[in-house]
């Protein structure tokens, strides 16, 4: 059974996940927006997506990129939660997925420490 919730609530919860990120990491994010989407076009089940050059494979030649995107899609995550502790739940492990894929960590290695 989906959950609803307002969309102004839903960003709330996706900036709290991103207070989750220590300190020393955030400060590391660069030239990233954070974005809250209804769903992926192409993937309707999709929770979130990260889009962009992670930063293991920046090099000199980066400088002047448009900013990576993470994208958090709200419809699709209400979808899969009975209630709103399981949204806050899955809204923290989906951000800090996309954001483990901008560090360079990798969907098999995520999925082995329990952020798949």
Known sequence: MAVHM??????????EALDLI??????????????????????????GLYHGIALTERDSHYGGSLPDTITIYRDAILDICADEQQVVDEVAITVIHEVAHYFGIEEDRLHELGWG
Not at 6 to 15: I, P, Q, T, Y
Not at 23 to 42: G, Q, S, T, Y
């Open 6 to 15: 307002s969309e102004a609530r839903f960003d709330e919860l996706v900036s």
């Open 22 to 47: 220590p300190p020393e990491l955030a400060r590391a994010i660069d030239n990233v927006v954070v974005l809250v989407d209804d769903r992926d076009p192409d993937d309707p089940g999709l929770l």
